[in-house]
């Protein structure tokens, strides 16, 4: 995972599973449940689960903005992994055009992470939850990406674009040790821990795994 490795990744998602609940009660299971954003959605980014410090200006601003985003153009269960990064007009093109509904052009204090962890809740199977500790640990991947698919520099292109294509790379990578994980989690004793190895999507599995690289060591 962003060229990092992970022994044994069935520890850190029980782990978090047992650590996070209300995180995964409050906040995952949300995911997915409506066609737009709610104040109800936005209340679940904060503190204590996700920790978003969306004001209540900051709310109102991305309310309006879901009264006219494009969700039609995006199925609920589109998966990341589906994505192709150099199709010029697929889920990854429409993907790109629905993150900058949200963030183009720019607001004081709303950026990647708020949207992010907002757009999760709407499309759980695409959009990575990119907050500060994501971005770091996939920074280096994501330069690679960038170079890989032949992209223009950072400073000009949208940032994301190259996370996304580093993120989804080891999604794909990973799919079947993802099939693996969800099963044997699937038979935990702790209720939570089965049923989170069930509802959880791919992308935010991954985004788990990444909160336990505090020390990572390269492959």
């Known amino acids: 995972m962003a060229g990092r490795i992970i022994d044994e990744p069935l520890n850190p998602f029980i782990a978090y599973c047992q650590q996070n609940g209300g995180t995964i009660r409050n906040y995952d299971w949300l995911a997915g449940t409506s066609s737009a954003l709610t104040p109800q959605l936005i209340k679940a980014t904060r503190s204590p689960w996700m920790g978003s410090r969306i004001s209540r200006e900051q709310e109102l601003h991305l309310l309006r903005l879901s009264e006219t985003a494009p969700w039609s153009d995006i ?9 192709d990064p150099l199709g010029p007009d697929d889920l990854y ?4 055009r629905l993150f900058q509904h949200f963030s183009h052009p720019p607001v004081s204090g709303i950026a ?9 809740l709407m499309r759980p199977a695409l959009f990575p939850i990119l907050d500060s500790r994501l971005l770091k640990l996939y920074r280096q991947s994501a330069e690679q990406a960038r170079r890989d698919l032949g992209w223009l520099p950072e ?3 949208s940032p994301r674009r190259a996370y996304w294509a580093a993120y989804r790379r080891d999604l794909v990578q990973a799919s079947d040790k993802l099939t693996v994980l969800r099963q044997v989690a699937g038979q935990h004793p702790d209720q939570l821990v089965a049923e989170a190895a069930n509802r959880l999507t791919d992308v935010r599995i991954i985004d788990v795994l990444a909160w336990s690289l505090d020390q990572p060591r390269f492959a």
């Open 112 to 120: 990647v992470a708020k949207v992010s962890k907002s757009l999760y």
């Open 93 to 96: 093109a429409r993907a790109e």
């Open 155 to 157: 400073s000009q292109t």
């Open 75 to 83: 199925a609920v269960d589109a998966h990341l992994k589906d994505a």
